[in-house]
């Protein structure tokens, strides 16, 4: 049994293989969580803590769809840059954030971050940390369809106080 | 010789298109010019920001974009 799990395991790993310490990607289609977070996990043997966090879209109301479009020159690379500095803040053993483009529908998946680091306290703070600034400072735009057309979405006041915690 | 403007987020709708040919070289008057009056207004924007080849001006009214160079018209993000 021990011998099969670790067979597994392998498999696991050889079939997402994930860029360390940092894996980040822009994806027009849905994505493997479990997947994911199994592979990180086994990428960062060394950590003593490993947070994810799993952004969906909301059930909210009559939206029907969500779009996000962001720019391929300044998107990704500032998604990179913003895990490397978390990286750096909250010295992690690494992070992956990955964050979907194009059009969701609600309980869809849009964004997964995860941090390790040998610490809980670093992994939940850099976490919180990339999602604050992945929600009002990286550059994608939003517009949901609703039951009357599409409506263009500008972050919350809250969105703006969140990412100031940090300054 | 030409540039290439790309309207991103809520400006491709003003624009009625995702990207345009504009003559080179264009500079920020040349911009304003190109944009028509209701794109113009929403570039007068602080919140609205230039990108050259790839890099956001400090100062969009320093644009000088050369012939192949593209230029994006880069509105408030809305984050993830």
């Known amino acids: 049994m021990a011998t099969k799990l670790r067979c597994c395991r392998r498999s696991a790993v050889a079939r997402l293989a994930l860029s360390t310490p940092l894996d980040v990607r822009l994806l027009d289609k849905g994505m493997s969580v479990g997947e994911a977070l199994a592979a990180f996990n086994a990428a960062h043997d060394k950590a003593?803590?490993?947070?994810?966090?799993?952004?969906?879209?909301?059930?909210?109301?009559?939206?029907?769809?969500?779009?996000?479009?962001?720019?391929?020159?300044?998107?990704?690379?500032?998604?990179?840059?913003?895990?490397?500095?978390?990286?750096?803040?909250?010295?992690?053993?690494?992070?992956?954030?990955?964050?979907?483009?194009?059009?969701?529908?609600?309980?869809?998946?849009?964004?997964?971050?995860?941090?390790?680091?040998?610490?809980?306290?670093?992994?939940?703070?850099?976490?919180?940390?990339?999602?604050?600034?992945?929600?009002?400072?990286?550059?994608?735009?939003?517009?949901?369809?609703?039951?009357?057309?599409?409506?263009?979405?500008?972050?919350?006041?809250?969105?703006?106080?969140?990412?100031?915690?940090?300054? | 010789m030409s540039v290439t403007l790309i309207f991103l987020g809520p400006l491709r709708d003003l624009a009625g298109e995702q990207d345009r040919e504009v003559p080179a070289p264009l500079d920020w008057a040349g911009l304003i010019e190109q944009v028509g009056p209701e794109i113009a207004a929403q570039l007068e924007d602080d919140r609205v920001n230039v990108a050259c080849k790839g890099k956001v001006l400090a100062d969009k009214t320093a644009l000088l974009a050369e012939d192949g160079d593209e230029v994006a018209l880069l509105p408030p993000v809305s984050g993830g």
């Open chain 1, 48 to 167: 003593g803590g490993v947070v994810s966090f799993l952004g969906k879209v909301r059930p909210d109301g009559d939206v029907r769809a969500l779009e996000l479009t962001h720019y391929e020159p300044l998107t990704l690379p500032g998604m990179k840059e913003l895990a490397a500095n978390a990286k750096t803040r909250f010295d992690l053993d690494g992070a992956l954030v990955w964050h979907r483009v194009g059009v969701m529908t609600p309980g869809e998946s849009i964004v997964l971050v995860a941090t390790a680091a040998r610490h809980r306290r670093n992994a939940f703070e850099a976490a919180d940390f990339l999602m604050d600034h992945l929600k009002s400072a990286a550059w994608f735009w939003k517009r949901e369809r609703r039951d009357d057309g599409w409506h263009w979405i500008e972050p919350r006041d809250a969105d703006h106080a969140d990412l100031a915690r940090w300054n």
